[in-house]
């Protein structure tokens, strides 16, 4: 009885340490449903000349203009040479973030366009389109 006793105290406990470690991390997190407004400082960058194999970062500055946290859900590319990441974590109301890129120009000589698409709990359209331009002078022969 006594086993059984002490059984059922472990498991509340227990019980009581997951809620509340729960409750705490849906504090941080926004409700499904809850929008909030982004602002982007730039959305199309013009990197100019570089040449071929060379890989340039990328920065885009935004800042969450609305009431809740902003949460970026997905960044994608529209190249295989352009690798991109998200902010992990809620981006607070009043806060600034970044978008990180990296194009890689090996194979691709001449002028470039690249999009990089991100996903986000904002008001509106919940996809937002950034653009780099980029010239790839082709690296010299070896002779």
């Given at each position: 009885m006594k086993k059984l006793m002490f059984l059922a105290l472990a498991i509340g406990v227990v019980a009581v340490?997951?809620?509340?470690?729960?409750?705490?991390?849906?504090?941080?997190?926004p409700?499904?449903?809850?929008?909030?407004?982004i602002q982007w400082v730039d959305t199309l960058k013009e990197m100019g000349q570089v040449t071929e194999?060379?890989?340039?970062?990328?920065?885009?500055?935004?800042?969450?203009?609305?009431?809740?946290?902003l949460v970026i859900e997905q960044v994608n590319v529209s190249c295989g040479c352009t690798v991109a990441e998200k902010p992990e974590k809620p981006i607070a109301p009043g806060e600034e973030g970044i978008i990180k890129a990296s194009f890689n120009s090996t194979?691709?000589?001449g002028p470039n366009s690249k999009s990089i698409y991100v996903v986000a709990n904002t008001e509106g359209s919940k996809e937002h389109r950034l653009q780099f331009m980029v010239d790839v002078k082709p690296a010299a022969e070896k002779k």
């Open positions: 340490a997951c809620q509340s470690s729960a409750s705490e991390n849906k504090a941080a997190q409700k499904p449903g809850e929008l909030t407004t194999g060379q890989v340039i970062d990328i920065s885009y500055r935004f800042k969450n203009a609305g009431t809740k946290p194979g691709k000589p």
